[in-house]
Nanobody, 113 residues
Framework: QVQLVESGGGLVQAGGSLRLSCVAS????????MRWYRQAPGKQRELVAT???????NYADSVKGRFTISRDNAKNTVYLQMNSLKPEDTAVYYC???????WGQGTQVTVSS
């Protein structure tokens, strides 16, 4: 059974930092690229960051230079370090494994101005 469990969200002031985690089970974690998405109220879900099986990373222009995606294959975990947060980063953040259709429940990030 595939399960993705995100955590680490919360309320933070603009300029602050958060570190999100996503623990995956039921998948061959090391065999998947992993992605972080976010969905703000009234908006479509958007891709934020990707890390390939080999560790290469890619970011949406809106977060480049502020967010860092990383992975620990031994722990089946992908992380998203978010620095210099802005109110427009407020959203529910989700992780996803490339080869699976499953989504986790997400973790809420709220950035106050």
């Amino acid at each position: 059974q595939v399960q993705l469990v995100e955590s680490g969200g919360g309320l933070v002031q603009a300029g602050g930092s958060l570190r999100l985690s996503c623990v995956a089970s039921g998948i061959i974690f090391s065999g998947n690229a992993m992605r972080w998405y976010r969905q703000a109220p009234g908006k479509q879900r958007e891709l934020v960051a990707t890390i390939t099986r080999g560790g290469s990373t890619n970011y949406a222009d809106s977060v480049k230079g502020r967010f860092t995606i990383s992975r620990d294959n031994a722990k089946n975990t992908v992380y998203l370090q978010m620095n210099s947060l802005k109110p427009e980063d407020t959203a529910v953040y989700y992780c996803k494994a490339d080869l699976y259709i499953n989504w986790g429940q997400g973790t809420q990030v709220t950035v106050s101005s």
